[in-house]
């Protein structure tokens, strides 16, 4: 199983990953190739904010372990 989620940006942009109830469990400034670790949450339903000054954009990240 991979412990990491792969983004990839072309510009600055704030990654930030909420879990169901809304809490904030990250916040990183990313660029280019990133990977974001995730070993330490929970199998569950995720939200992933990408924002830029660019672009916005909300992905769903399921983990299963």
Same mark, same amino acid.
């Given at each position: ?20 109830? *809304? ?6 400034? !990313?660029?280019? /190739?990133?990977?974001?670790? &995730?070993?330490?949450? *929970? ?6 904010? !990408?924002?830029? /000054?660019?672009?916005?954009? &909300? ?7």
């Amino acid at each position: 199983a991979n412990d990491y989620v792969q983004l990839n940006t072309t510009d600055l942009s704030t990654v930030e990953i909420y879990d169901l109830t *809304g809490k904030l469990l990250l916040s990183r400034n !990313i660029m280019g /190739d990133e990977k974001i670790n &995730t070993e330490t949450f *929970g199998p569950g339903v995720y939200q992933i904010k !990408i924002i830029s /000054d660019q672009s916005y954009s &909300t992905r769903s990240l399921i983990i299963q372990r």
